[in-house]
């Protein structure tokens, strides 16, 4: 266990980069989750000057966020974490300033941008996440952070909300209102990195790392190859899995989900203003979720990680149900022909299903991550980056592949692909954390 001076800091550190990632995404997630129905009306007022689309944009930062995964560690590992994600910070606010007059170019070139600055600010998160923490620490530390970062998603879209609510149509001066305010908490979430402390070393006597380059201190050159030496080992390979799965759920929450609230016509005119609803209530699911697995952390060293994975499965699959029973399947669809007498089998839809849905859709996604995070953490506690860009490629690979497909699939087979593969994808993380505990209980400290 590190000495208390130490772990004082770690825990400053982590609290203070949990609030700049919720003010930073306060800006960008409720854009996302609004950006399909925004532009899809700047594109109806704009008399065809401007062609941009919601969905190609998300699946262009998510292609560019899977590829530039590969060059993060070493950028990471020349100039650190703290500065990385600086600078990753910023690139987020430019596609978020973007909005302020949408150009096709510029959202285009944005969405380039902020895939590159996701790609290194995450793997720093998971590298700064890692080195502030010990085996003690670590659930705790990981359930810290997703709960402040996921507060944004609370407070963007209580924003959102009052700025959309009942609007069929979003016109130039309340887009404008909505996105002048998010660049606001973007800016706020920038300068907020350069508060962090001083990088101190990591208590790794209780950890285990499996898979181990065996150095510490390495170049840029050594980053690229323990990245491709983890992806060749079994356990990132079955880690792969349910990493892919949280990729496919996280483009259905944050683009797919409520773009089909908007579209859906049972709603009337409250459609639109249901957004920020449904932002909300994914956002106090994934809170809850992450303030209780951090009170928790100490009994999730003790209990293993499986059973708040095996809850989050249990979780979206009831969620995935309902939304099946609730949704028009052509909801997903730009030029969907529904109706206000569409079949669905609740008929007609019920709002308030579809805000529980949202809740559940962000408790369940709270579970999967912040184990996900406490467990490469735990495993990989000196190719802390490498592994972290790693998940990061493979979700954000599965995201960039889902937005593609969401504007094509009716809702029904979307719901199908995820039933499949979080199902997988929690076996997958179960044969993992058991083969992991094992190990532990063992006294295994490095395997490679």
């Known amino acids: 266990m590190a000495e208390e001076g130490v772990f004082d800091v770690r825990l400053v550190n982590i609290i203070l980069v949990g609030f700049a990632f919720m003010f930073l995404f306060t800006a960008f997630q409720t854009a996302g989750m609004s950006e399909t129905a925004v532009l899809k009306s700047a594109r109806e007022d704009s008399n065809g000057s401007f062609t941009g689309d919601g969905s190609i944009s998300l699946g262009i930062i998510y292609a560019v966020f899977a590829a ?21 910070a910023i690139l987020y606010l430019l596609f978020i300033l973007s909005f302020l007059k949408p150009m096709t170019w510029a959202l285009y070139a944005g969405s380039v941008l902020v895939g590159l600055g996701a790609a290194i600010l995450w793997t720093a998160q998971g590298n700064f996440l890692t080195i502030n923490s010990d085996s003690d620490t670590v659930s705790r530390n990981s359930g810290i952070f997703w709960a402040l970062l996921q507060c944004s998603l609370l407070i963007g879209n209580i924003y959102s909300y ?21 660049s606001g908490a973007a800016v706020v979430g920038v300068l907020l990195f350069l508060t962090l402390r001083n990088r101190r070393n990591t208590d790794t006597e209780n950890l285990i790392n499996l898979n181990s380059s065996g ?16 992806m060749k080992s079994r356990e990132m390979r079955l880690l792969s899995v349910v990493i892919a799965y949280t990729g496919v759920e996280l483009t259905f929450f944050s683009g797919v989900y409520g773009f089909c609230i908007s579209n859906n016509k049972h709603f009337g005119e409250e459609s639109k203003g249901l957004i920020g ?25 003790k209990y293993g990680r499986d059973p708040i994975v095996i809850l989050g499965y249990i979780v979206h699959m009831i969620g995935f149900y309902l939304i099946f029973l609730n949704l028009p399947s052509d909801s997903t669809l730009n030029n969907a022909t529904s109706s206000e007498s569409a079949a669905t089998y609740l008929n007609p839809s019920n709002k308030y299903v579809a ?58 087979w979307q719901l199908l692909i995820l039933v499949v593969l979080g199902t997988l994808g929690t076996w997958c993380f179960c044969l993992i954390e058991w083969s992991a505990s094992k190990a532990f209980r063992a006294g295994y400290q490095s395997i490679g």
């Open 215 to 230: 150095t510490q201190s390495e170049g840029p050159l050594s980053a690229v190859k323990r990245s491709f030496h983890l």
């Open 162 to 182: 009052f700025v959309l609510k009942g609007r069929e149509n979003i016109d130039d001066h309340e887009r404008f209102q909505l996105f002048a305010g998010l």
């Open 355 to 412: 805000i529980l849905c949202s809740f559940l859709l962000g408790f369940g996604d709270s579970s999967f991550n912040t184990q996900i995070y406490s467990i490469l953490g735990f495993m990989f506690p000196e190719d802390s980056s490498p592994a972290f860009a790693l998940f990061k490629f493979v979700q954000a690979l599965a995201a960039a592949v889902s937005f593609y497909y969401s504007t094509y699939l009716l809702l029904h």
């Open 68 to 88: 530039a995964n590969w060059i993060a560690p070493p950028i990471v590992s020349a100039i650190g974490p703290k500065y990385t994600m600086f600078i990753g």
């Open 277 to 301: 609803i449904s932002g909300i209530f994914i956002g106090v699911g994934e809170i809850l979720g992450g303030a209780m697995f951090g009170l928790f952390g100490k009994r999730t060293n």
